[in-house]
């Protein structure tokens, strides 16, 4: 029901604040100052008095405009038809493509998935990057960050799992992003051919800070409707600290007593809010989260990833290029290593880490000043090894191959009776025709 009040008493910033009744959180409303009119959301409520946030901005705006509710929260389109486009954070197509007023439109922001509706996860998510995959493998229905600092090839690695993994369905979720990511994502998925089994929701830096909210509940309530009917989605978001950034500009606008650094109380809920929607659906499809965190000064006690890692299961530490061995963790991969992946899986990984931090206490003792030996010289080389085809995000293989690479590599270095692993699986996958020889680096 469409409702009218044309008493603005306070403007503050890209505030405005509006006495009415009868609104509901969340709810839309256009604002309309002399010839323009914009899109503003409800973000909070006190007493009878609503605060909205403009989405183009408060400039020309006066008390005494128009505001008029529109009775319905910010909806987004949906259908097969969504596959291949591209929206900005008003559900808006910036693709030029066919127009969608056809479609259904859904509500965003529902609460997430009955937990009676939920299954144990399951299923193994290959996306083709040997550090996921082997180390820490991303399992259906699973919510997991990539913590990194600035600069940090991030969004190439999101890009890569979204070309790569075996998902149905896609959902790029991109909070201010850089013009130039923007394209670099739209190339890449348009290369990898994928495009027609993805749906991008973009927010770039010059967009109104509003529509930043509006992103990841837009992507999210997308992927519920493809989950339900059975779909496998994967969902991409990037980066979360800009949805943080965003809650906090507006709750300094509205004077709202700041919690750590600045960032609202809510911070916490609003996370877990969006996480939660991660769900295997009892007799349907999934949604599995993927979202990158960056840390402000490389900071993991940064509110936002601080907060984040209480809510998520798991994490991946992207520094220096590569993804963290050690730092990285996924909790569920206990449920699908050995049991739908090879049965050699659990011992092939735990036997390379645990020879790649031998290699890496090599280094620290070379550094030192130590006599380096011919098993030091071993160690050494297999640490190069396992950077070079493990580590290097530019390694594209399928779980299978990248296992057998994984034998290949311990026996360049060491005999069978120094890997730590179960006999029979060395008389399974030891290649027979390697040798320790010229292991000096």
């Known amino acids: 029901m469409i409702k009218e009040h044309c008493c603005i008493s306070r403007v503050q910033g890209d505030i ?26 409800v973000i909070r409520m006190k007493g009878d008095e609503v ?81 996921v995959d082997i180390f820490n493998p991303l399992v259906e229905s699973q919510k997991l960050p990539i913590f990194a600092a600035a600069g940090e ?16 369905v896609v959902i790029l979720g991109g909070i201010g992003l850089k013009y130039d990511e923007y394209l670099k994502f739209r190339s890449a998925f348009e290369q990898a051919g994928v495009l027609s089994r993805t749906v991008m929701f973009i927010h770039t830096a010059s967009d109104p800070v509003v529509e930043r909210l509006l992103v990841p509940d837009m992507a999210l309530a997308v992927a519920e409707h493809f989950g339900v009917q059975g779909k496998r989605v994967l969902v991409l978001l990037t980066d979360m600290t800009a949805f943080a950034d965003a809650m906090k500009e507006i709750a300094i606008s509205m004077d ?34 993927l979202a990158v965190t960056s840390m402000p000064g490389d900071d993991v006690t940064h509110p936002v990833p601080d907060n984040t890692g209480y809510i998520t299961e798991g994490q991946f530490y992207l520094r220096k290029g590569v993804i963290e061995p050690f730092g990285s963790l996924s909790r569920l991969k206990q449920l699908v290593i050995g049991k739908v992946t090879r049965d050699d899986h659990g011992y092939i990984m735990n036997s390379m880490i645990r020879l790649f931090a031998k290699s890496r206490e090599v280094e620290q003792k070379l550094a030192m000043g130590f006599d380096k030996t011919e098993e ?6 297999y640490g190069k090894l396992f950077y070079d085809r493990f580590m ?30 179960k006999q029979e699986f060395i008389d399974k996958h030891w290649p027979k025709d390697k040798m320790v020889v010229n292991c000096v680096v």
């Open 16 to 41: 405005v604040t509006v006495p009415a009744g009868g609104v509901q959180n969340g709810e839309l409303a256009t604002v309309k100052s002399g010839h323009a009119t914009s899109l503003a959301q």
């Open 51 to 131: 605060f909205l946030q403009v989405f183009s901005g408060s400039r020309g705006v006066s008390t005494g405009d128009q505001v008029r509710f529109l009775g319905h929260p910010m909806q987004a389109v949906f259908g097969d038809a969504v596959l291949g486009r591209i929206f900005n954070g008003s559900c808006e197509p910036i693709d030029r493509g066919p127009a969608l007023s056809s479609l259904p439109r859904i509500d965003i922001g529902g609460p997430s998935v009955n937990p009676v509706k939920r299954i144990i996860p399951r299923n193994f998510i290959e996306t083709r990057v040997p550090m």
């Open 153 to 168: 090839p991030y969004n190439d690695l999101l890009a890569r799992i979204g070309m790569r993994a075996n998902a149905d």
């Open 256 to 289: 709202q007593v700041p919690s750590n650094l600045g960032y609202p109380g809510s911070l916490y809920s609003d996370l877990a809010a969006r996480y939660e929607k991660a769900v295997d659906f009892d007799g349907a499809g999934s949604i599995t989260i």
């Open 376 to 381: 030091d010289d071993r160690f050494l080389r």
């Open 392 to 421: 290097d995000l530019q390694v594209d293989m399928g779980i299978n191959d990248a296992l057998d690479l994984g034998w290949a590599t311990l026996a360049e270095c060491f005999l069978p009776n120094e890997v730590g692993i």
